[in-house]
């Protein structure tokens, strides 16, 4: 489908209402003769119009049949995408064309606040901002309906305008209650809601057109600048309006004597220089404009930005906007959806819980009965608890005194080991101290019998020691009588050898060669007895 025909269908739907005379949804093809060479006629085409006889062997079309026809046999002559200016200029003239067959439905008013030429604006602004949606109760019917989103937009620019009050809550709560509307009720809704107390019919009129011309003429931005002159290079002022393909200016706000046009195309941008001057550089040339305030020229400057971003495009940019908004509420619209399926599957859950809840109240009245039985269980069970409790203390206490006993005798057998183990020392000391006793002893016995033996043999030794000592004595006494006899004798002689005599004397008392040896026995034997004694 070409954008033209794309832009147009919603006035050639309520065009084509208009010249049914039935609910079956079906139009005479002679009355669509009539609006098809019309429509032929503002595109340069004629006799476009005769295809229709040729067109399904019936006496009438549906409006998808119709559409199909000026798809394929009106605005398939023409590209598939046109110029802003010319895609505007068309959609102005088949849309005039549109009003002229269904006006009457719409002008036909008991009260009116709205001059024909502002109900044909908002006409055009319902064309541009509706939708066409099936028809439930009429087959093979369309149905041309603006979403409450987008009436309260326009009525809150409306209202703006006109200095008034928005009461948004009643307008949210009437917009729920109507849903989607059409033609008729929108105008009357905008009447009823917008215009209550104001009788100035030209301050209405300027606000329709200010909301048409922004939407319907895509005027991005409009008010008074200064231009520098190509040929006398001094700043005038005039009232500019911008659009996404130019930037036109007039003498006056009235916009009827237009001096001028600068293009916009794609490739313009805009530079602010000093003193509020912007410079919008196109493709063709510069052009120099100055703004009053710093504030206006910001404005301008987005403006005119946002008019070189849409200059290239094959669709104006009012339906580009609508467009943009229609895909956020289809977006919103689909949340809505999930969420209402989400609150049904709650519902459904809530009503299975209830059911549960039910069956469960049921079962908490028996458990209730049970409960009471188990509360004097319960009283019984802690009483046996306390008791229990009780007979765990008392345990406890004798098991700290056992575990206290039980410490002590563990003590008391450390203790008692540690004396065994000094006792076996002790013993093993004993034990070693008795052996080396017992060796001693055995080696004391051993001496002992030897100086038993040695005693004996010393006894004999004795024995013989005394007889010898006997003879000893008996040889002794005889020496000692040979002595006396031979002093005697001695004493005899004369004194002069009394001397001599002395000393021979006391030689005489030694004992003998043969005798000394006798004398030394007895002298050891004598020792040996002072010695064991």
Known sequence: MSILLENVTNCVCLAFKALQQDQTGLVNKSKLKVLTANIGTLLDLYGVEKGLEHFRSTLSLSFDQYRFYLQNEVFSSLPAKLPLAELREYESRIAEVCWLVCRKRYLQRDHKVFTDDTVFQLYRIFCVLAELVPDNQTEHSYQVLIHPSEICSIAQTVTSSLGCIFDEDDFT???????????????????????????????????????????????????????RG????????????LRPSELSYYKNRSEKDKS??????????????????????????????????????????????????????????????????RIQRQGRVQEMLQAKTQLQQERTARQAAEGQAKELEALVKEDSKKLGELGEIKVKLE??????????????????????????????????????????????????KRQEYEERQREKE???????????????????????????????????????FLEAKLYQYAPVLREGDRVRRAHSFMPSTKERPVLLEVRSATLRRSTKK
């Open 173 to 227: 709560s009437l917009s729920i209650s109507m849903g989607n509307v059409r033609l008729t009720p929108f105008i009357a809704v905008i009447e009823s809601r917008c215009l209550t107390g104001i009788k100035d019919s030209k301050a209405i009129k300027e606000a329709i057109i200010d909301v048409y011309q922004k939407i319907v003429e895509d005027v991005i931005k409009k008010g008074y600048l200064t231009k």
């Open 230 to 241: 190509y040929i006398f290079p001094s700043m005038r002022e005039f009232w500019f309006v």
């Open 260 to 325: 001028g046009a600068l293009p916009i195309e794609v490739g313009s941008r805009v530079e602010a220089t000093t003193g509020y001057r912007i410079i919008l550089h196109t493709p063709e040339r510069n052009f120099e404009l100055g703004a009053p305030d710093h504030m206006t020229r910001l404005q301008w400057i987005s403006a005119l930005q946002l008019a070189a971003d849409h200059s290239g495009g094959h669709q104006t940019y009012g339906r580009l906007q609508v467009a943009k908004r």
């Open 383 to 432: 009483k046996l608890l306390e008791e229990e409790t009780q007979a765990k203390r008392d345990e406890e206490i004798v098991r700290a005194l056992q575990a206290r006993v039980l410490a002590e005798e563990w003590e008391k057998r450390d203790e008692l080991e540690r004396l065994q183990c000094e006792q076996k020392m002790l013993l093993d000391e004993e034990r070693i």
């Open 446 to 484: 051993e001496q002992l019998r030897n100086a038993e033996q040695r005693l004996a043999q010393l006894e004999k030794e004795r024995h013989a020691l005394d007889d010898e000592l006997k003879q000893a004595r008996e040889k002794i006494v005889l020496s000692e009588g040979k002595k006396d």
